[in-house]
């Protein structure tokens, strides 16, 4: 993300993607969800009025810094940019280890409430652009939980026929 340009974003097949360069120069377009096109639009609305520059001559990096203090911003946003912002909105949402997220912490959070939701091993394996899907199991904090235990599953099934 913090090597996303806004020339990046783009449209294919309906979806609004954003096309990421990854490990080893390997590009890949990936959909966004309506509403995050929807906040990525707005941000960028925000940004090109607080710039006095229409929308659509916007360039460069996709997320920059915000002008504070003596410091005129609109540089790249770069990791710990990114983790003191995640920490701020996670203090702000009272979330109890605020302190201890950073982006990666998104990572395991992706893979975690995807797998809950029904998405199958292989379609996470695949979104987060990983080769063998023993690193996204990794990925999955909830694993070792007794509610997902097999045998629940099991007598939930036998008690409801």
């Known amino acids: 993300m913090c090597g996303a340009d806004i020339a990046d974003l783009g449209h294919h097949r309906g979806y609004r993607t954003l096309t ?4 080893g120069g390997k590009t890949r377009a990936y959909p966004l969800a309506p509403p995050i096109a ?3 639009d707005d941000y960028l609305d925000d940004r090109a009025a607080r710039d006095g520059t229409p929308r659509e001559r916007l360039a460069g ?5 915000e002008p504070s203090g003596p410091h005129p911003g609109g540089k790249r946003l ?7 912002l995640i920490r701020r909105i996670a ?3 009272r979330i109890p280890a605020a302190t201890q997220l950073c982006p990666h912490s998104l990572r395991h959070s992706f893979a975690t409430l995807a797998l809950d939701a029904g998405t199958p091993l292989r379609d996470v394996q695949d979104a987060m652009g990983h080769a063998d899907p023993r690193t996204t199991r990794r990925y999955d904090r909830s694993r070792y939980q007794l509610d997902r235990h097999p045998a629940q599953r099991i007598l939930a ?4 026929s």
Do not use: S
């Open 20 to 23: 990421v360069r990854r490990k």
């Open 157 to 160: 099934y036998l008690t409801e």
């Open 61 to 65: 990096p996709l997320f920059v810094t």
């Open 91 to 93: 203090r702000q949402a």
């Open 78 to 84: 770069d990791r710990w940019g990114i983790t003191k």
């Open 38 to 40: 929807q906040a990525v």
